[in-house]
């Protein structure tokens, strides 16, 4: 039982931590139709002179 219910709890684990990390990315990042990614700091930051 032992060698099939750790791995599979590892995986589980594993793949659940990978979709709470994509979707806390996705609630943190602003949408691309925010004036806030066009206009922030980052762009202000970069020189083209």
Do not use: H
């Amino acid at each position: 039982y032992w060698a099939l219910a750790v791995p599979t709890y590892i995986i589980v684990t594993i793949v659940l931590a990978m979709g709470f990390y994509l979707g806390l990315n996705f609630m943190i990042t602003p949408p691309p139709s925010s004036l806030s990614t066009i206009f922030g700091k980052a762009p202000q930051l970069v020189s083209c002179t």
